[in-house]
């Protein structure tokens, strides 16, 4: 027995026609997608004014429209104090002069073979004289240029001593005629 209805079309099955059996069989379009739901727009929640400013009265949300923009706030023109004068250092706190030069002639001393050094560390300590005696300010520059002075005194000290034993081993080699004459048959 032959079911008088095609499963998959849904629709009663036609009898074979001898006349429409060369033709093509007739495909049913499949079915739309549903349309989505329309979306719900929202106006954006309304945020704090910044400043103190009033807030802008809320619009009634519209569909699809854009939102109103809030009324500019109303600011006062900026009001400059006047320029701060400042005010001079204190009598007793001058920065002493010798700490200043203590300063400067150790840290170019370590520059000129040590030669500034030792006065960067004279000067410093007449600094620190100078500045406990008078109340002065430069502590901090005295301090620095004795611990440059010395560090820089020290280093040229070990810089000559390494020389003068440099000297000393190649002058006594190049002294030797035997180290001379097979330096003269290298060549």
């Not at 929640?45 to 109103?68: E, H, L, S, V, W």
Request: hydrophobic share 50%.
């Amino acid at each position: 027995m032959s079911n008088p209805t095609d499963p998959n079309l849904g629709q009663p099955a036609a009898a074979p026609d001898a006349a429409s059996a060369p033709q093509e069989a007739q495909v049913p379009a499949p079915p739309a997608p549903p349309a989505p739901p329309a979306p719900q727009y929202q106006a954006p929640p309304a945020a704090a004014q910044p400043y103190g400013a009033p807030a802008a009265p809320a619009a009634p949300a519209q569909q699809y429209a854009a939102p109103a923009p809030a009324p500019a706030p109303q600011y006062a023109a900026p009001q400059y104090a006047a320029p701060q004068q400042y005010a001079a250092p204190a009598a007793g706190q001058t920065t002493n002069t010798m700490s200043v030069i203590s300063m400067i002639s150790s840290i170019v001393g370590i520059f000129s073979f040590g030669l500034l050094c030792l006065l960067g560390v004279i000067l410093g300590h007449i600094g620190l004289g100078q500045i406990k005696r008078n109340n002065e300010g430069g502590k901090g520059f005295a301090i620095t240029g004795l611990v440059v002075g010395y560090i820089g005194i020290v280093g040229w000290v070990i810089a000559l001593i390494i020389m003068v034993v440099f000297f000393a081993i190649f002058g006594a080699a190049f002294s030797d005629p035997s180290f001379v004459a097979e330096l003269d048959s290298m060549s």
